[in-house]
């Protein structure tokens, strides 16, 4: 008789999830992934895969990017609008997460309220991924920091300054300060925070650091130029996200002191790289002289979240 149990599946539902040498694991074998994609060589290391991509919100860069490297891994990927499916009818969650895991073999899921991640992942059989919630957007982020590595080397030490909303791509740049040790000043109004709790968890995670480790911090400051004095990387992200256009007119006057402009970008290292997940809205949070200029890196970050999304979907669907 086998007493073994099978091994537990993983889900990606925010960067706690990552232990510090995941991360690392995960952004070699996007490089790997992307230098064979650049040298004309298939990788179909997810043949006769099948992953559900169910959105409950538009995107451009999360769709296509994990519809492709589906594709280019020898798989296919789903496009399930929730408008379309019988989720949007009222079918639980729950219902969902078991009938789809009977099909595909991971789950990606775009949507808002992040507890609907945690109930997808809790009922389905299948690896979930978190394609961006309210509260968290986990391959964006890695995605990021691989950007940040091609460009400058190890992250671990540097100091990111995050200037504007303290939201879902915040969130996942705090907890990613903890992981990997480097030092993040985050610059939001009063009322815009980043949440206590997450803000906490890095904290604790930063101060726990195992001897050997780079400890990485997390400060929250209220003026931009305090946050970005000597930066090596600048990050910033519309200042209403998808679900808060309500609150669009309140939000544009709450932020109209945390543009990103040349004149905040001076006070950073002359080399300081200037990230943004996009979509952008030039003249808001960003100029175009900025986001167009010679710091971006913005099409890159686009780019990898095709590589880093292959390296993922392989780790856990593989
Ligand atoms: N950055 C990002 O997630 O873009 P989309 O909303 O287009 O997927
Ligand atoms: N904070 C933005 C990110 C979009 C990729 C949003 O949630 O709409």
């Not at 179909?44 to 994990?66: C, Q």
Request: net charge neutral.
């Amino acid at each position: 008789m086998n007493h073994t149990s099978p091994p537990k599946k993983r889900d990606l539902l925010s960067l706690m999830d990552l232990q510090t040498e995941e991360f690392y694991q995960l952004f070699s074998r996007a490089a790997a992934l992307k230098a064979a994609l650049k040298a004309g060589e298939a990788t179909h290391t997810l043949k006769g895969r099948t992953l559900a991509m169910v959105f409950e919100k538009p995107s451009t860069r999360t769709r296509v990017s994990f519809e492709t490297g589906m594709y280019q891994l020898g798989g296919q990927a789903l496009f399930l609008s929730s408008k379309d499916i019988q989720l949007g009818r009222g079918e639980p969650l729950s219902d969902s997460a078991r009938v789809l895991s009977r099909f595909v073999d991971g789950i990606m899921v775009r949507t808002f309220a992040h507890a609907n991640l945690v109930t997808m992942a809790e009922y389905a059989t299948v690896p979930v991924i978190n394609g961006l919630s309210d509260d968290f957007h986990p391959c964006q982020i890695l995605a990021d920091l691989l950007t940040y590595q091609e460009h400058r080397g190890s992250i671990a030490g540097r100091k990111v300054a995050w200037v504007g909303d303290g939201n879902n791509v915040a969130h996942s740049w705090i907890l990613a300060a903890a992981r990997l040790g480097f030092h993040l000043f985050v610059a939001t109004p009063a009322d815009y925070s980043p949440k206590p709790s997450v803000v906490e968890w890095a904290q604790s995670s930063c101060a726990s650091q195992p001897a050997g480790e780079a400890a990485g911090s997390v400060v929250l400051l209220r003026q931009p130029k305090d946050a970005v004095a000597e930066a090596d990387l600048v990050v910033t992200d519309s200042w209403t996200s998808m679900g808060q256009e309500k609150e669009q007119k309140r939000r544009l006057r709450a932020f109209a002191n945390y543009c990103v402009d040349s004149k905040l970008m001076q006070l950073a290292r002359p080399d300081a790289l200037f990230m943004h997940c996009l979509p952008a809205h030039r003249g808001e949070e960003v100029t175009a002289e900025v986001l167009d200029g010679p710091q971006s890196v913005v099409w890159d970050e686009a780019e990898n979240r095709l590589h880093i999304q292959k390296a993922i979907l392989e780790w856990l669907m593989g």
